[in-house]
């Protein structure tokens, strides 16, 4: 990370904590945070994308595909970060208008993306729409499958074992597994703190299980019964 970004996350950070400060005197007084709620996500954007690209560790996925669950915000934070060519969303009913606010804020394009309906939270419907997903980045969109990352912040918990299983599927050089986690949660608002999400990416399990394995000296490639 260069002094320079370090130096404007440092001004970010002061901003969203003094913000923050004041949006919860104005919800103990029964005001309008609206107004204030906004500033605070458009500084958090900000600062999430700068935080997440400064990294050495960071890895751009030109593919994404989403288990839409019922907040918008992680996924946003995302998109915004990757930038991605080709976007893929499984939602349920319920959660179609998380998906509709997730697209109008990112400014997708209707070529850019693609969504499928899960009619049952089944594992047999994950995966079937998870194996859609990657179809329509791999031979759609023309993206390498090491360039599509499985984002299981939202969405059920078969969606994400659907993608864990998707991804050892594919072999050590199949998708990673992406998610965005908090740092700090506030117990008083019962929500995590704006400014403290971090972007959480998971080497596909096959690759590091085989390291793991292979640094113990067992071979992978025979089984012993």
Known sequence: MTIENKEVIKDLNSKLENKYIELKRLKKQNEDTDSLMDEIWNLSKKKFVLSARSKNSFKKYDGLIFTVGFSHEPIILNILVNNPTGVFFIYTKESEVTLNKIIDETGLKFIQCKREIMKKNSFKNSIDLIGLGLLYLNKEKRIDISKIGLD???????MSVACGIAALALGPDGPD???IDHEKFDRELRRPVPGTEVYKTIQNPLRITNKIFEDKGLDLNHTVI
């Open 152 to 158: 299981i912040t939202g969405g059920t918990k078969i």
């Open 177 to 179: 597994i992406l998610y």
